[in-house]
C-alpha cells in the first residue's frame, strides 16, 4: 500500500484566477464528465457513464497509483445478499439488483466468485429475536433465507456453536480489487482516460463548467462526480465549496482482521456471522472463507486516527482535531463510549479478540489466528451525532457527490455507478 496521505483542499477563493488565467492560455484538460476516485463506486460510475454514452469524453482522477488502493481493496469480499438493510432503503434496493449484476459481471469477465451462502448464528434467546427481525427483513428486501436449529447448523458448519441460525443462500464471495482491474481495463478499452497519482484540491464553477484543480492541472468538466471515499466529504467541500458535504462529516472506523493458520482453516467451511447490535451499522467479528480459501476473522471497529489509518501509528493530527470539533462525532462518542473502549480493548487484546471468536468457534486458539492487512471504514456521521446508515449522493449545481457508501457499496457498485449516470441528465446538455 502507498502511504497514507491526505487530500489538499484550499480555499476556493484562491482558485478563481488561476481558472481563468488557465483557460485563456488554452492550458485546459476538457471532459464532459469527470470522476474523483477510482475505487469501485467511482470505476463503476465511469462504466455506466461510457456505456450510456459511448460519444462523451470521460475522465477518472485517483491520488493513489492503482485503483481499488483502499475500501474497494481492503475488505472482506463478501457479495452481500441485502439481510441487514432497512426494507426500502437504498442499501435494500440496491444491494438486491446489486448481488445479480456482480455475479452476473464476474462471470462476464471471468473473475473467480462464488455464490456459496452464509449462516448468522444466534448463541442465546436474546440473539433468537434478533434472527427473526433479520428474517422479516430478509422476506421484504427479497433474500432467501430460512431459519435452522441446531442440528442443521452443525449440519453445515460443525465447529459452530449456536442455538439456531438463520442460513442465507444469496451471499456470494469475489475479490474485489479483481473486479476494480476488470472495470478499468473496460473504462480505457472504451477511450476514457484514467489518471493516477492525481489528487484533487480545488473547484471553480464557470460559465463554461465546473473546473477542477488537481495536482496534474486543472479540468473543466460538463459533470463531475465525487466518489473519494475515506476522503468523501473532504473532497466536495472542496469542489462545491461547503455545501458540498451537505453538513456530514466522514469518520474512518479501522477495522482489524486476523486468519486462520492454514492447519486451522477447516474450522469454517464457508461464511459465519454473529447477529449484530441493530445500533450500529457494524456487523460484529465474523469468519469468512475468501475465494483465495484462506479464512479472514473480524474486523472489530476502532476509531482511525487518520483517514488513511491502517495501524495504530499512523496518526494525522489535523483529522484528528477536525474530528472532534466537529458537533457530530462529539455526541456520537458521548452516547457510544463504552462500544468505543470495548473495540479499543478488544484491538489491543489478541485475548479479547480471541474470545470473541470463540463465542462462534470454540475450538479456536489464540495461536489459530495470526494477523493480515486493516481495512478501514469510510462512516459518514450527522450533525445530530447519528451514524448515517444509508447511501447518500448529494447533488451541487454540475457535481455529485457520493458522500456515503459503506458496506454494502461493493456489492451495489454497477447499480450505484448506473444511477448516478441518470442523474447526471446528459441528454440534456
Not at 489518471?195 to 465546473?210: E, F, I, K, N, Y
Not at 489478541?350 to 469510510?378: H, I, K, N, W, Y
Request: hydrophobic share 40%; charged share 25%; proline share 5%.
Amino acid at each position: 500500500m502507498e502511504p497514507a496521505a491526505r487530500v489538499p483542499v484550499r480555499r476556493r477563493r484562491t482558485r478563481v484566477d488561476g481558472a481563468r488565467q488557465a483557460i485563456a492560455c488554452g492550458g485546459m484538460d476538457r471532459a464532459d464528465v469527470l470522476v474523483v476516485g477510482g475505487g469501485i463506486v467511482g470505476l463503476a460510475t465511469a462504466r455506466a457513464v461510457v456505456r450510456a454514452h459511448p460519444d462523451r469524453s470521460i475522465v477518472v482522477v485517483e491520488k493513489e497509483a492503482t485503483v481499488g488502493a483502499h475500501q474497494s481493496g481492503r475488505n472482506s469480499g463478501v457479495i452481500h445478499a441485502g439481510v441487514y438493510y432497512e426494507p426500502g432503503s437504498d442499501k435494500a434496493r440496491l444491494c438486491k439488483a446489486g448481488r445479480t449484476s456482480m455475479v452476473e459481471y464476474c462471470r462476464a469477465h471471468g473473475i473467480d466468485h462464488a455464490v456459496c451462502g452464509k449462516v448468522v448464528v444466534a448463541l442465546d434467546d436474546d440473539d433468537r429475536r434478533g434472527l427473526a427481525e433479520l428474517e422479516r427483513r430478509c422476506a421484504e428486501n427479497g433474500v432467501r433465507a430460512e431459519t435452522i436449529g441446531p442440528e442443521r447448523l452443525r449440519e453445515k458448519e460443525p465447529h459452530i456453536a449456536g442455538v439456531a441460525a438463520l442460513h442465507v443462500l444469496d451471499t456470494g464471495i469475489v475479490d474485489y480489487a479483481q473486479v476494480c482491474r476488470a472495470l478499468a481495463a473496460e473504462i480505457e478499452a472504451a477511450d476514457a482516460s484514467i489518471r493516477l497519482r492525481c489528487a484533487v484540491l480545488s473547484g471553480t464553477d464557470m460559465p463554461s463548467g465546473l473546473v477542477v484543480e488537481t495536482t496534474d492541472g486543472p479540468i473543466e468538466a460538463k459533470r463531475v462526480v465525487t466518489c473519494a471515499g475515506l476522503h468523501a466529504d473532504e473532497v466536495a467541500n472542496a469542489v462545491s465549496g461547503y455545501d458540498g458535504s451537505d453538513g456530514l462529516r466522514v469518520v474512518a472506523f479501522r477495522g482489524e482482521y486476523r486468519e486462520l493458520v492454514p492447519a486451522r482453516s477447516h474450522l469454517v467451511r464457508g461464511l459465519v456471522y454473529p447477529v449484530p447490535d441493530p445500533q450500529f451499522p457494524f456487523l460484529g467479528v465474523h469468519l469468512t472463507r475468501g475465494i483465495d480459501g484462506h479464512v479472514h476473522v473480524g474486523p472489530n471497529a476502532v476509531l482511525a486516527f487518520a483517514r488513511e489509518g491502517y495501524e495504530w501509528r499512523n496518526i494525522n493530527t489535523r483529522h484528528l482535531r477536525e474530528t472532534f470539533r466537529f458537533p457530530g462525532f462529539r455526541r456520537f462518542a458521548a452516547r457510544h463510549w463504552r462500544f468505543g473502549l470495548a473495540e479499543m480493548a478488544r484491538s489491543l487484546s489478541r485475548r479479547r479478540f480471541t474470545a470473541a471468536v470463540r463465542r462462534l468457534v470454540p475450538e479456536v486458539e489464540r495461536a489459530d489466528l495470526v494477523p493480515t492487512p486493516s481495512g478501514v471504514r469510510a462512516q459518514a456521521i450527522a450533525p445530530t451525532g447519528k451514524l448515517v446508515d444509508d447511501f447518500v449522493i448529494h447533488s451541487v449545481g454540475r457535481a455529485v457527490h457520493v458522500l456515503n457508501a459503506p458496506s454494502p457499496a461493493a456489492t451495489a457498485s454497477l447499480e450505484i455507478g448506473a444511477a448516478i449516470a441518470a442523474r447526471l441528465e446528459l441528454n440534456a446538455s
